[in-house]
């Protein structure tokens, strides 16, 4: 693997800059399509477009899809869709033409599929998008190896080898009837040892693992976990085998997935990335900001309605960040617990009431603690007993309330089939700081009372 340090990166430049493309050539070919889309940082958009065009098409379609959505987008914008139909979408898998054909309007994407050569292949993608891109269907691909069980094997492996050679990949051999519709599996090791069976469906592994076309990408990739797949054929309604989905797919929505969750945990609406423009990311960051100003501003009102009891005491305002700061803590942990169960379909409607009351326990070993904690501290550096109580008291709540308000608001999400990721981030804050200080406010003024 080649570092793409600082002074092999002003070597590339000087050899693009002299227009040498043999020596760009033999550079091109030391390096994976990932690190070529890398290189694309540090080139302008005429250099990246010299490049693409010196690449062979396979690898130009690779870098092409390892870019950022919007560096594609910047560099598509660059090329005739002729160009583009016949040097990327001709040479993609259908899985990932399909996800570029996605990003472009439907006017481009008509024209890109006007100019490709392979009617077959631009009738998979047209067929493709007709798929939910949440859906298996949206996400599979049509290259696959597939045999029919009545042949022989040496039909079989004569058919094998003339599919093969379109293939960059071959993950498994799929068994269909005469109807398509998928029976089984045909294993390696029966290749092997069977050389001359009569009909492969004596010796191919029957029921094999499938997926819906209509299903989510989640059940997919909980399928793909539990059976640890490399591949997953995808059959449809009456269950004629359709595509195939790879892990690598699987891995990419994941990582999306996973980016999505996290920016929405972190109070950003919106999928952005540190490319995006100034308007992009304010618009992503603004709403939750305006949220938690208004929740700041509750906070105001609640404590301004207690403002003789700071009068008298004025150390009950020491412990406010404390009171709001742990219910806000308390809470997110509990609410991240139950979404990674979610996510992993470890949590289920059976043990969701179990869940519940474990959590009611954890919770209360902690606020005990916690609270008992604080107690020890107050009394001995504080010495009033009013404020000592109070805080404890308070503690001890405010723990227990966002422990179970963390645990059944993403629950409760998930219902609604909202991201229950919002439960982790200042949705839980904001609304255990206000209760939090409700809490507080009440128990202090009751004893101070």
Same mark, same amino acid.
């Given at each position: 693997?080649?570092?793409?340090?600082? /002074?092999?990166?002003?070597?590339?430049?000087?050899?693009?800059? /002299?227009?040498?493309?043999?020596?760009?050539?033999?550079?091109?070919?030391?390096?994976?399509?990932?690190?070529?889309?890398?290189?694309?940082?540090?080139?302008?958009?005429?250099?990246?477009?010299?490049?693409?065009?010196?690449?062979?098409?396979?690898?130009?379609?690779?870098?092409?899809?390892?870019?950022?959505? /919007?560096?594609?987008?910047?560099?598509?914008?660059?090329?005739?869709?002729?160009?583009?139909?016949?040097?990327?979408?001709?040479?993609?898998?259908?899985?990932?033409?399909?996800?570029?054909?996605?990003?472009?309007?439907?006017?481009?994407?008509? +024209?890109? $599929?006007?100019?490709?050569?392979?009617?077959?292949?631009?009738?998979?993608?047209?067929?493709?998008?007709?798929?939910?891109?949440?859906?298996?269907?949206?996400?599979?691909?049509?290259?696959?190896?597939?045999?029919? +069980?009545?042949?022989?094997?040496?039909?079989?492996?004569? +058919?094998?080898?003339?599919?093969?050679?379109?293939?960059?990949?071959?993950?498994?051999?799929?068994?269909?009837?005469?109807?398509?519709?998928?029976?089984?599996? $045909?294993?390696?090791?029966?290749?092997?040892?069977?050389?001359?069976?009569?009909?492969?469906?004596?010796?191919?592994?029957?029921?094999?693992?499938?997926?819906?076309?209509?299903?989510?990408?989640?059940?997919? *990739? /909980?399928?793909?976990?539990?059976?640890?797949?490399?591949?997953?054929?995808?059959?449809?309604?009456?269950?004629?085998?359709?595509?195939?989905?790879?892990?690598?797919?699987?891995?990419?929505?994941?990582?999306?997935?996973?980016?999505?969750?996290?920016?929405?945990?972190?109070?950003?609406?919106?999928?952005? +990335?540190?490319?995006?423009?100034?308007?992009?990311?304010?618009?992503?960051?603004?709403?939750?900001?305006?949220?938690?100003?208004?929740?700041?501003?509750?906070?105001?009102?609640?404590?301004?309605?207690?403002?003789?009891?700071?009068?008298?005491?004025?150390?009950?305002?020491?412990?406010?960040?404390?009171?709001?700061?742990?219910?806000?803590?308390?809470?997110?942990?509990?609410?991240?617990?139950?979404?990674?169960?979610?996510?992993?379909?470890?949590?289920?409607?059976?043990?969701?009431?179990?869940?519940?009351?474990?959590?009611?326990?954890?919770?209360?070993?902690?606020?005990?603690?916690?609270?008992?904690?604080?107690?020890?501290?107050?009394?001995?550096?504080?010495?009033?007993?009013?404020?000592?109580?109070?805080?404890?008291?308070?503690?001890f709540a405010v723990v227990m309330f966002?422990?179970?308000?963390?645990?059944?608001?993403?629950?409760?999400l998930d219902k609604l089939k909202i991201?229950?990721?919002?439960? *982790?981030?200042?949705?839980? *804050?904001? *609304?255990?700081?206000?209760?939090?200080?409700?809490?507080?406010?009440?128990?202090?003024?009751?004893?101070?009372?």
């Open positions: 693997m080649i570092e793409l340090t600082k /002074e092999y990166i002003e070597n590339l430049k000087g050899i693009i800059s /002299e227009k040498d493309d043999a020596k760009i050539k033999e550079t091109l070919d030391e390096l994976y399509p990932a690190d070529i889309a890398e290189l694309y940082q540090e080139l302008n958009l005429q250099e990246a477009i010299y490049l693409y065009l010196l690449m062979d098409g396979e690898k130009a379609a690779d870098v092409l899809m390892e870019l950022d959505e /919007e560096d594609r987008h910047k560099l598509l914008k660059e090329l005739p869709n002729e160009l583009i139909a016949k040097r990327f979408v001709d040479n993609m898998e259908t899985d990932d033409a399909v996800d570029l054909m996605r990003e472009l309007d439907e006017d481009t994407q008509e +024209e890109i $599929l006007s100019h490709i050569e392979d009617v077959e292949q631009a009738g998979d993608i047209v067929d493709l998008l007709k798929y939910d891109e949440d859906t298996a269907g949206g996400l599979m691909g049509t290259e696959m190896i597939v045999v029919n +069980e009545n042949w022989s094997m040496p039909k079989c492996i004569d +058919e094998m080898r003339k599919q093969a050679e379109d293939m960059d990949e071959i993950y498994y051999v799929y068994v269909v009837d005469d109807d398509e519709r998928l029976r089984g599996v $045909l294993q390696l090791q029966k290749l092997i040892t069977n050389p001359s069976v009569s009909k492969i469906k004596h010796v191919m592994k029957k029921d094999p693992i499938s997926v819906r076309d209509s299903d989510s990408i989640e059940e997919v *990739t /909980e399928t793909i976990e539990k059976y640890d797949l490399v591949a997953l054929p995808v059959v449809d309604s009456i269950g004629r085998l359709v595509g195939r989905i790879t892990i690598d797919d699987v891995m990419d929505e994941v990582r999306e997935q996973h980016e999505r969750d996290y920016q929405l945990a972190s109070g950003i609406s919106q999928d952005v +990335e540190t490319s995006d423009n100034v308007f992009t990311q304010t618009a992503a960051r603004l709403p939750w900001l305006l949220i938690g100003m208004i929740g700041g501003i509750g906070n105001s009102l609640i404590l301004g309605n207690f403002e003789g009891n700071f009068a008298v005491n004025p150390k009950m305002a020491l412990f406010i960040p404390l009171i709001g700061g742990t219910g806000g803590n308390v809470g997110i942990q509990s609410s991240a617990i139950v979404v990674q169960g979610l996510a992993n379909n470890s949590l289920k409607e059976g043990n969701i009431v179990p869940q519940i009351l474990k959590e009611a326990v954890v919770s209360l070993i902690n606020a005990s603690i916690i609270s008992l904690v604080v107690f020890i501290y107050n009394f001995f550096m504080l010495g009033d007993r009013a404020i000592t109580a109070s805080v404890s008291l308070s503690l966002a422990s179970i308000f963390g645990t059944l608001v993403p629950m409760t991201d229950p990721a919002l439960a *982790t981030g200042p949705f839980i *804050t904001i *609304t255990n700081d206000i209760i939090g200080m409700m809490i507080y406010m009440f128990i202090s003024s009751t004893l101070a009372g």
